[in-house]
């Protein structure tokens, strides 16, 4: 069975300044995605970024960066430059295999960042 | 607005009574999945769609939970006979799947939820 924990139930941080949150999962896929989901207060979640398995280097988009550590099977997201509108619950999230798609959610970790 | 769509947005009804979700998948999509998501939790897969197929159903859909996608486009999910325990976030999200095997996977686009509370 996959397991995503999230072990950071809420993180606060000042505008401008960095934020790393942490996700561990559990699979026996050798080859999978990673994703982190941005779910802002009563709106859509979105895809922040996206990590192949079998790519060595970690995935940037924007202020958006992972650490992936696959031996240790550790994913986690680095906000840079973090901005009011960052505010948001995050979801780290994996994928069953790579074509079949049903998620496995953590629990989630709120971020605030204060002005 | 060509995103996933939902309807309706907030549902409140009294235990015991039926209700059913809409969801709009975006137009080219043949992947359709639903989820709830209970008060500062992650949300839990429900069942997926492959077209009109209903291909998975997770063992949280009790024999009250039925879903249906007639026509490989929008999707319904009734909820029978509501318990307390039902109330949460009903996600819908869609994506495109070409069927090839170790293809670049798909995002999954997701819909705003229909908030169901159960009294």
């Known amino acids: 069975a996959q397991t995503v924990t999230q072990s950071q139930p809420e993180m606060s941080v000042q505008e401008a300044e960095t934020v790393t949150l942490s996700c561990t999962y559990d699979?026996?896929?050798?080859?999978?995605?990673l994703f982190w989901y941005k779910q802002p207060p009563s709106r859509q979640m979105i895809l922040v970024i996206r990590q192949e398995a079998y790519k060595q280097q970690n995935a940037t988009e924007n202020r958006f960066s992972v650490n992936f550590q696959k031996a240790a099977k550790s994913f986690s997201l680095k906000i840079s430059d973090s901005q009011l509108g960052d505010t948001a619950m995050y979801f780290c999230?994996?994928?069953?295999?790579?074509?079949?798609?049903?998620?496995?959610f953590g629990q989630g970790t709120i971020l605030t960042v204060h002005p | 607005d060509t995103g996933v769509s939902q309807d309706p947005r907030h549902k409140i009804t009294k235990r015991g009574q039926n209700v059913t979700f809409r969801c709009d998948p975006i137009s080219e999509h043949n992947r359709l999945y639903w989820y709830r998501q209970t008060l500062g939790q992650g949300p839990e897969f429900l069942t997926y769609f492959q077209n009109e197929a209903q291909l998975e159903k997770s063992r949280l859909l009790s024999d009250r939970f039925s879903a249906e996608r007639p026509k490989g486009s929008f999707s319904t999910l009734e909820i029978q006979r509501t318990e307390q325990g039902d109330s949460a976030m009903y996600l819908c999200?869609?994506?495109?799947?070409?069927?090839?095997?170790?293809?670049?996977?798909?995002?999954?686009?997701f819909g705003p939820g229909t908030r169901l509370t159960v009294l």
């Open positions: 699979t026996s896929e050798n080859n999978y995605y």
């Open positions: 999230a994996l994928p069953l295999g790579t074509s079949y798609g049903k998620l496995t």
């Open positions: 999200a869609s994506s495109s799947f070409s069927g090839t095997s170790g293809s670049s996977y798909n995002e999954q686009f």
